[in-house]
């Protein structure tokens, strides 16, 4: 018996991620018996879908931040992308450019994706600090995605090949939702099993050493910081799908809430610990938190910043207690 | 003396060569009229206008000096002012009072990243992240998300829009919390404690210095700087907008400390640096709002794109590899 209950403790680093799926776990059983109409399957999908572009950043800022770095820019990128494929897809008498949505989707990725390389570069080759170059990096991107269109936001309506995408539905699930899911599934692979995982939590765990073992430090800097915003921009074609529109001013400030949510997820913002899984769970909260206003009515949405500011400090000084010291 | 001057000439270059651009853009950007009792022109505007920031970068670089960020001043600021609308407005308090108490819980704001920070010991990042989300909402809450507008006190008005000497009285203000700051720092111990515990904290601790201490004031500090940032912003609009009163503003901070050539790793500080970095930013502003080519002014939104790339050059220059290399090519010349 006091074999099993030993067993059944969690490990000391595991004991963040308990906390957050203990506390996701109350926070969605207090919100089922409080508010009628939370514990349908229709709310806990469109929880999923509504916050599926802010999830992918989130899933690719936990490996920026698991490698001890920090990405700013990916709300200004989800703007960006989806305008840019917005106006890639709308036709040549609305002025856009009429393209195919199977080649405008991998455009978008793939640029978002150059752009994310390029940071990674030169925060690699210059030994600049990753919040500053990031910061760079949103003011450029923020800035073209309001100086690509005149329009601020752009309606995708009637685009025949873009329909199909917005129409997808299995099991109330949109396509949003059923991207976010399997994005976090492969990148929890990703960051177990694989090499650039492994290499990720070592540069995280202290640079200087990675670099002696022989680990490819700066290839994988590289990678990282171009998975990030390959999640922002896949984030902001998931708006577009969500929203049916572009929209140069959406993600304002979502770069804090991607950052909350790696932090209730249990990693540390030192990098080197943490799960990408334990980020879903942190979405997870952030998302309730956020619906939870439109139920109680007179609650206004507002004291969602607070909670989640309230949760933040919870978790951070949680990590102070749980985690192993790092020297 | 010669070695902070020697930093300060590369930003006060980079601001010439903004102002000399303006000129040949637009002959009339240094003239200066008197209308109303009060000097007009271009040059007032940028120093109007660059208060805000200036204030915020004078408590962010003794932050940044001892290795530490404060992410939330633009919070602070706003909520300065919805504190401040709320005093004025719903309770009709005395305008001294509101001042006084506005800035004394700006300043518990710093106080509580700094309790974080050197008491509890979390990541300055992370530790003032919690305000930088939290505060908008507690801004927000006191305005209920409303903008509040502010029309009821003159004295209030006076702190953003007044006239002082001919000349707006941001300025005064700014020039005021520049001298002071400068004259308690840097010819007291104070500054060399600063750069002590951004340098080596561990040394510092052996010397016997409180390196708590010295922690908990600057941030209290910086919490102080963002509420009379917050009121002036907030007289300014005359009205407490908690949405987007200071949003970003903490960005625009680091980078003119940054452009004034203190570096984001803590120890050696430049006050005037951080100053002129203000300047630099608030002139590239003013510069893209007033440049026209081919007779059509260029669109505000190219003022991030712009910004972006100024951050981005200067930041490269900055870096160790850069100067590295124009070591070795000065080497290989000699």
């Known amino acids: ?327 | 003396m010669p070695e902070a001057l020697k930093k300060l000439l590369w930003p006060l270059a980079a601001l010439g060569v903004l102002l000399l651009f303006n000129t040949a853009m637009n002959p009339a950007f240094f003239s200066i009229t008197i209308s109303d009792g009060r000097l007009t022109g271009s040059l007032v505007d940028v120093l109007d206008r660059a208060t805000p920031v200036i204030l915020l970068a004078l408590g962010m670089t003794l932050v940044i000096a001892t290795a530490g960020v404060d992410l939330s001043v633009g919070a602070v600021m706003a909520m300065a002012g919805s504190l401040a609308a709320m005093l004025l407005v719903d309770m009709q308090a005395h305008l001294s009072a509101v001042i006084v108490l506005t800035l004394g819980v700006c300043a518990l704001a710093g106080l509580w990243n700094g309790v974080l920070v050197s008491i509890v010991g979390i990541q300055p990042i992370v530790a003032t992240l919690i305000l930088m989300v939290a505060g908008r909402g507690i801004a927000q809450l006191m305005t209920d998300g409303q903008i509040i507008p502010i029309d009821s006190s003159p004295g209030f008005a006076f702190l953003g829009g007044g006239t002082f000497l001919g000349l707006p009285f941001t300025i005064t203000l700014a020039v005021s919390a520049v001298v002071l700051t400068i004259v308690v720092i840097r010819f007291t111990a104070l500054g060399l404690f600063i750069e002590s515990v951004g340098g080596n904290e561990t040394a510092s601790r052996y010397a016997g210095l409180s390196v708590r201490g010295v922690r908990l004031s600057v941030y209290t500090f910086t919490g102080l700087c963002a509420g009379l940032a917050g009121l002036i912003y907030a007289s300014d609009i005359t009205a407490a907008d908690a949405n987007y009163a200071g949003l970003y503003l903490e960005l625009d901070a680091i980078l003119a400390v940054v452009l004034g050539g203190t570096s984001l790793m803590g120890g050696r500080f430049y006050l005037a640096g951080s100053v002129v970095g203000a300047l630099i930013i608030q002139t590239l502003n003013t510069t893209i709002l007033m440049t026209e080519i081919n007779g059509a002014s260029v669109p505000v939104e190219y003022n991030l794109v712009i910004k972006a790339l100024v951050v981005f050059v200067v930041c490269l220059l900055q870096s160790e590899t850069v100067k590295q290399m124009i070591m070795r090519r000065r080497a290989v010349h000699d």
């Open chain 1, 1 to 327: 018996m006091t074999d099993l209950i030993h067993r059944l403790r969690p490990k000391p680093q595991h004991v963040p991620l308990v906390a957050t799926a203990a506390v996701f776990i109350l926070l969605y059983a207090v919100a089922c018996i409080r508010y009628e109409g939370f514990a349908s399957w229709f709310q806990a999908t469109s929880l999923i879908a509504d916050n599926a572009p802010l999830g992918l950043a989130a899933i690719g800022m936990t490996f920026v931040i698991l490698s001890g770095g920090i990405d700013l820019s990916v709300g200004a990128v989800i703007a960006l992308s989806s305008i840019f494929l917005a106006s890639c897809l709308v036709p040549p008498d609305q002025g856009g450019a009429g393209m195919h949505a199977g080649v405008a989707i991998p455009l978008t990725l793939v640029g978002g994706t150059a752009f994310g390389a390029v940071m990674g570069a030169v925060i690699r080759v210059f030994k600049l600090p990753p919040f500053l170059v990031t910061l760079a990096g949103m003011f450029l991107v923020r800035g073209l995605a309001l100086v690509l269109t005149e329009q601020k936001r752009i309606s995708i309506i009637g685009v025949e090949s873009f329909d199909p995408l917005v129409d997808f539905l299995v099991f109330d699930f949109n396509l949003p939702a059923i991207v976010f899911i399997f994005a976090t599934l492969l990148a929890v692979a990703v960051a177990k099993y694989t090499r650039f995982g492994r290499t990720t939590y070592a540069i995280g765990g202290n640079e200087d050493s990675a670099n002696l073992m022989g680990l490819p430090v700066g290839s994988t800097t590289v990678k990282i910081y171009a998975l990030s915003s390959l999640c922002a921009a896949a984030g902001g074609v998931l708006h577009a799908i969500g929203s049916q529109s572009g929209d140069a001013s959406v993600g304002y400030l979502l770069e804090l809430d991607a950052i909350a949510a790696v932090v209730i997820g249990g990693t540390l913002l030192t990098g080197g610990y943490g799960y990408v899984i334990g980020t879903f769970l942190g979405l997870l909260i952030l998302a309730v938190i956020t619906v939870i206003p439109t139920y109680e009515g007179d609650l206004n949405a507002w004291w969602t910043r607070i909670v989640i500011g309230v949760l933040l400090l919870a978790f951070i000084l949680l990590q102070r207690v749980a985690q192993p010291r790092k020297t």
